[in-house]
């Protein structure tokens, strides 16, 4: 029933990391918005393109391993390691680099920074 | 709210100490989210619900952390948006007078106080008349 698509994303500007290939499943479907104000518009334009689910973090929870990537709009301390150090995929749309008490987890493979819209492309 | 020469700009009271916010003190930092922020997030951070949302703060500001006073000597780009936004606040003791990173609010180095529930969080500015003043 489910047809996702791969996307991949791209450090922005003055970002880090990446290239991360992201691609939803049925058992994680969803492309988690953990950013004020609603699904940003790198979350957004991720579901778009795989399919996946955008969701709100701050609207509802959801666990972890149900997450496909989380999009973050985190200022370089607590949510950049948050989700790398639960092993799951994360977007800053901020272009920051591994630091904070968490920098350990926060790697190439799990982490790309500096995020725009333009910068996620189908795989 | 405008009380003894200064306005007070935010504040909150703390609903729940995360588990991991004393280990982080030891860093020199402490992680302040919303009451509604992800449980991912609520190990590593204060959760308190804000009663005055105003703005977020300048560099010649003050942070009452508890008892604990600490002048602002830094605000990083996404301090303000991420306070008013999320309840978001990364308060750092580092010292610095440029935030290293986008997030850091810099206050003194030295200790930073482990909160409690029920204590309360605030930003106050001093009026524009005082510190012409001084």
Not at chain 2, 69 to 98: M, S, W
Not at chain 2, 120 to 131: N, S, Y
Request: glycine share 12%; net charge negative; hydrophobic share 40%.
């Amino acid at each position: 029933m489910s047809d996702y698509k791969s996307v991949q994303v791209n450090k922005g500007r003055g970002g880090w990391g990446g290239p991360l290939t992201i691609t939803p499943s049925t058992d994680r479907p969803l492309i988690a918005s953990i950013t004020g104000g609603g699904i940003h518009p790198v979350a957004q334009r991720i579901a778009d393109l795989t399919g996946g689910e955008a969701f709100d973090g701050f609207k509802s929870s959801a666990p972890f391993d149900k997450i496909a990537v989380a999009v973050i709009d985190c200022g370089g301390t607590a949510r950049v390691g948050v989700y790398p150090m639960k092993k799951v995929k994360t977007v800053d749309v901020h272009a920051t680099s591994p630091a904070g008490p968490l920098a350990q987890f926060i790697t190439e493979e799990l982490f790309v920074s500096g995020v725009k819209p333009e910068d996620v492309q189908e795989a | 709210m405008t009380t003894d020469g200064s306005t007070t700009v935010y504040e909150s009271a703390v609903t729940q100490v995360g588990g991991q916010v004393a280990a982080f003190l030891d860093h020199g930092l402490l992680i302040f989210f919303g009451a509604g922020s992800p449980a991912e997030l609520h190990d590593m951070s204060v959760l308190h619900e804000a009663s005055i949302v105003d703005d977020g703060p300048r560099p010649g500001d003050t942070v009452h952390v508890g008892a604990t006073a600490l002048e602002v000597l830094a605000v990083g780009d996404v301090v303000r948006d991420n306070l008013i936004n999320l309840g978001h606040l990364d308060l750092k003791a580092d010292g610095r007078t440029d935030a290293n990173l986008p997030g850091d609010v810099c206050v003194r180095v030295g200790e930073l106080p482990l909160l409690t529930v029920g204590d309360t969080f605030r930003i106050t500015r001093p009026d524009q008349q005082a510190r012409r003043q001084t």
